[in-house]
Nanobody
């Protein structure tokens, strides 16, 4: 069992930056692939970024590639999402999730554990 807690959300202006953190409790964090997803009002939850268990592989949605960076520190059981050049369309609740197969896939179905989400609001 893994419990995930996100933090770091907030309100910024267009072009600003935020860094989200997701800290896991429980065992074997280093074996999990970790993903970030987001959900805007009235829209489905969508993939943002993911990192494999040994951080050898990262994957990004086209909409955030080049602006967002996913990383992890297994020593403190935390995955990060650095978000730069934020745009109003990035406004959403951001969720982290744990993939027990270690891949860090794009599909929501690959993730067994989810955090409660943190709100990111970007104003123009």
């Amino acid at each position: 069992q893994v419990q995930l807690v996100e933090s770091g959300g907030g309100s910024v202006q267009d072009g600003g930056s935020l860094k989200l953190s997701c800290t896991a409790s429980g065992n074997n964090f280093r074996t999990y692939g970790m993903g970030w997803f987001r959900q805007a009002p009235g829209k489905e939850r969508e993939f943002v970024a993911a990192i494999s268990w040994i951080a050898a592989n990262t994957n990004y949605a086209d909409s955030v590639r080049g602006r967002f960076t996913v990383s992890r520190d297994n020593a403190v059981s935390t995955v990060y999402l650095q978000m730069n050049s934020l745009k109003p369309e990035d406004t959403a609740v951001y969720y982290c999730a744990a993939d027990p197969y270690g891949i860090g896939a794009e599909s929501r179905n690959s993730y067994d554990y989810w955090g409660q989400g943190t709100q990111v609001t970007v104003s123009s």
